[in-house]
C-alpha cells in the first residue's frame, strides 16, 4: 500500500509540473475566418466635389478617370465604418489609386489581395472600383473586424480577369514595402517624382509608369518601369531622355541611369555607384511576343452586328448572281460572234455542241 502511494504521489507531481508552465502561458486565439456580421445601412451617391472631405485629390482622381462617388456605411456591434467607392477607368486605373494613396504605415491585409490596412482605415481595390474604409472615431475598430468587412464587401481577392490585366509586379530583390507606385499621367507624376522632368515621359504616347524604392547598402535609388505601346514611341522617348538627362553620364548624386529594352524603356534615379544602377536595371528581361491585331468591335449593340452580319451575307449572295448572270451573257455573246465572224470554229457551231459524230463504220 505504501508503495503504490508513492507512486500515485510521484505522479501527480510529475503531472503538475508539466500542467503549471502552461497554465501561466496566455492563450492564443487564431481566427482563420473572421466572424463579423457586418451589415450595410445606407448608400447614397455624392458629388465629386466631396472627395476632398475624404482625403483624395480631385486632379489625380480626374486623371484615373474618377467620375463618380458612392457613400456606404456599414455597423456591426455599435461600430461603424464609412465605406468611399470610386468607379474609375478601368481595373488599372483602381490599381493605381491604390498604390497612389498607399502609405508606408500601410501593411497588406492578410489573406486579402489588392487591399492594405493602416492607423487610419484600410484601402482596397476590385475590378474598376477604388475603396476607401474609414472607420469613425468614436466607434473605433480592432483589426480582425475591418479584416472582415473588406472580406465582406470585396471578397479576398479579383478575379482572375481583373488581375491579368494588372501590371508585372516590380522586382522583390531589395524592393522596400509599400514603395511601389503606378501611374498614368502627370499631376501624379509631378506628385510623386517631384524634381524628375516628367514631361520627357510622354504620357500623351500611350506611356504607364511603375516605380519603386530599393534598399542598396546605404543608398535608396528608385527604379522606373515606363511601357510604351510600340518600341518605335520608346525608342523616340529614350532618345529625348538620353538628350535632356544625359543618362548615363556620372554627373554625381543627380546621375540618371537609363536602358532601353524593346517597348520598355527603365531608368534608376539617385543611385549611389553605376555597379548598382546596372544591378537593378538587370533585374528586367523583356521577352517580346507577336500576335495579331483583331479589329475593335466597337460598342455597337449586339443585335445590331448580327443584322449587319445578315446584311452583309445578302449583300454576297447579289454579288455572286450578277456574277453568275454576266458570266452567262458573255458566253452566249461570244457564241453569237464566234457563228458569225469564225464559222470553221466549234465554240460558235450550234450543232457542234450538241451533236457528236464518232465516225465508226
Given amino acids: ?7 500515485w504521489s510521484v505522479l501527480t507531481a510529475a503531472w503538475v509540473a508539466v500542467s503549471l508552465p502552461c497554465l501561466a502561458q496566455k492563450p492564443t486565439v487564431i481566427p482563420l475566418v473572421p466572424a463579423a456580421n457586418w451589415r450595410l445601412t445606407e448608400s447614397q451617391a455624392l458629388p465629386f466635389t466631396a472627395l476632398t472631405k475624404y482625403g483624395g485629390e480631385p486632379a489625380v482622381e480626374q486623371e484615373f478617370g474618377v467620375k463618380s462617388l458612392e457613400h456606404r456605411t456599414y455597423e456591426l456591434a455599435g461600430q461603424q465604418v464609412e465605406v468611399i ?26 489573406g486579402i489581395q489588392l487591399a492594405v490596412i493602416g492607423p487610419e482605415g484600410a484601402l482596397m481595390a476590385r475590378g474598376p472600383n477604388f475603396l476607401r474604409f474609414m472607420p469613425g472615431s468614436r466607434s473605433p475598430v480592432n483589426d480582425n473586424d475591418l479584416q472582415a468587412l473588406l472580406v ?70 528608385t527604379l522606373l518601369a515606363i511601357s510604351y505601346p510600340t518600341p518605335q514611341i520608346a525608342r523616340l522617348r529614350y532618345g529625348a531622355m538620353s538628350s535632356f538627362l544625359a543618362l548615363n553620364q556620372e554627373q554625381g548624386p543627380a546621375t540618371v541611369y537609363g536602358r532601353r529594352q524593346g517597348s520598355y524603356v527603365f531608368l534608376v534615379l539617385n543611385a549611389a555607384t553605376s555597379e548598382a544602377a546596372t544591378n537593378l536595371l538587370n ?29 452583309a451575307n445578302m449583300m454576297l449572295i447579289l454579288i455572286l448572281v450578277g456574277v453568275c448572270m454576266v458570266g452567262g451573257i458573255l458566253v452566249f455573246l461570244s457564241k453569237r460572234l464566234a457563228h458569225r465572224y469564225l464559222p470553221e470554229l466549234d465554240w460558235g457551231n450550234p450543232e457542234g455542241g450538241t451533236l457528236i459524230r464518232l465516225n465508226l463504220r
Fill in 1 to 7: 500500500m505504501v508503495r503504490a502511494c508513492w507512486r
Fill in 85 to 110: 467607392l470610386e468607379a474609375a477607368t478601368d481595373t488599372s486605373a483602381a490599381y493605381g489609386l491604390l498604390t497612389y494613396y498607399r502609405t508606408a504605415s500601410m501593411t497588406p491585409a492578410k
Fill in 283 to 311: 533585374l528586367f528581361q523583356v521577352a517580346e511576343q507577336v500576335s495579331w491585331d483583331q479589329r475593335y468591335p466597337g460598342d455597337k449593340p449586339f443585335a445590331l452586328q448580327v443584322l449587319e452580319l445578315i446584311l
Fill in 152 to 221: 465582406f464587401v470585396g471578397g479576398t481577392r479579383p478575379s482572375a480577369n481583373a488581375l491579368a490585366s494588372l501590371p508585372a509586379p516590380m522586382p522583390q530583390a531589395g524592393l522596400i514595402p509599400g514603395t511601389e507606385k503606378y501611374f498614368l499621367g502627370l499631376v501624379a507624376a509631378r506628385r510623386i517624382l517631384p524634381s524628375f522632368r516628367t514631361e520627357l515621359i510622354g504620357f500623351a504616347q500611350g506611356a504607364e509608369v511603375q516605380l519603386a524604392d530599393y534598399q542598396i547598402g546605404q543608398a535608396r535609388p
